[in-house]
């Protein structure tokens, strides 16, 4: 999906007739008329769960998608948050320093309680482990 999004995003860029642009940091691609808020009463009765596919290692992409997310939902705290990092650079390994500061803002979100739990996807055993290790 982010290999999909980015080659799509990459193409309409290199092919858009602007040269000053500015674009945001976040995209989002929710549809309003498709999502609804969830009541109180139904609250006690859903989980939910975000994955969020990264593009760079910005912390303020993180809150901001926490939070779009939450107002979106009509809810105080996500119940769960993965994340999936972006891809090493080519001719580049992902390392954990390009996880960390990802890492800590989801930490400091949990602090906070605006989520339960937090996760990743698409890392190998190592980086995993590395990230276990390291992590609070």
Do not use: M
């Not at 580049?92 to 990802?102: F, G, I, N």
């Amino acid at each position: 999906l982010r290999e999909c999004i980015q080659a799509t995003l990459s193409d309409w860029l290199s092919s858009a007739k602007t040269t000053n642009a500015v674009f945001p940091n976040t995209l989002d691609c929710c549809i309003p008329e498709a999502t609804d808020a969830i009541s109180p009463e139904e609250r006690d009765e859903l989980k939910v769960s975000v994955k969020l596919f990264l593009c760079e290692s910005g912390q303020s992409a993180i809150r901001d998608a926490v939070e779009i997310a939450c107002q979106t939902l009509a809810v105080s705290q996500l119940d769960s948050v993965i994340i999936a990092p972006p891809g090493p650079v080519e001719g580049d390994t992902q390392t954990l320093a390009h996880l960390q500061p990802v890492w800590e803002e989801l930490e400091a979100l949990v602090r906070k309680q605006k989520i339960a739990a937090i996760g990743t996807s698409d890392l190998d055993k190592d980086l995993l482990e590395q990230l276990y290790n390291w992590a609070q």
